[in-house]
């Protein structure tokens, strides 16, 4: 078995640290709490282990359809274009004031995970390669391939935030809310990104 939880620490990593809306957020999280990373990781897990028993059991089809990306696509974009912009507007408040946005770290995982379509969308293609491999170890073996993925997840931003947290510090306020600046216009530029690529896909 040690092959195969190899072959997830590597696959998982690839995608873990991919620059992404839950990577900006974290960012951004990390300002206010050493321990942000490790709160969305855990928001991150209230979707992703029940869309992992769905995809075992036989939904990765629902998710591979056409319609249903282009549904979670242009919702799933709206909403991190949203957030994208309260981040903006918010972005003087936070590094000024000392004060945080409104949704906490572990919404935020579980909002950054259940609106990002391509999230959903790797799981229900490379995710399904993953699962598959520990059929033949029944339930203690997807334990183990559910485990073994989150523990990525969590040690990458758990690192992510613990770094961001220390270092921040060092920026004056100007260059912070630059920061914020960027941040957010990532954010958009995802969101937007994930609704043109989901009508692409139904036109």
């Known amino acids: 078995m040690w092959p195969l939880i190899a072959s997830v620490i590597v696959i998982s990593i690839s995608g873990v640290m991919m620059p992404g809306p839950m990577f900006a957020v974290a960012l951004a999280k990390s300002y206010k709490s050493p321990w942000a990373g490790t709160q969305m990781a855990l928001g991150h ?119 961001i947290f220390k270092t921040h510090s060092f920026l004056s306020q100007r260059w912070q809310e630059w920061l914020f600046v960027i941040i957010s216009l990532c954010l958009i530029f995802f969101g937007l990104r994930f609704i043109v690529i989901g009508t692409q896909s139904i036109i």
């Open 45 to 163: 897990a209230v979707v992703e282990v029940p869309l992992i028993l769905l995809i075992r059991f036989g939904f990765s089809s629902f998710f591979q359809h056409i319609a249903v990306q282009f549904v979670l696509s242009v919702i799933g974009g709206a909403m991190i274009v949203w957030m994208g912009i309260s981040m903006f507007m918010a972005r003087a408040t936070v590094v000024r004031e000392g004060k945080d946005s409104p949704y906490n770290p572990f919404v935020a995982g579980i909002v950054m995970s259940a609106v990002n379509p391509f999230f959903l969308l790797w799981w229900a293609t490379v995710g399904v390669t993953l699962i598959m491999k520990f059929n033949g170890y029944g339930a203690a073996g997807l334990g183990i391939m559910i485990g073994t993925h989150w523990a990525c997840d969590l040690i990458w931003l758990s690192f992510l935030s613990f770094s």
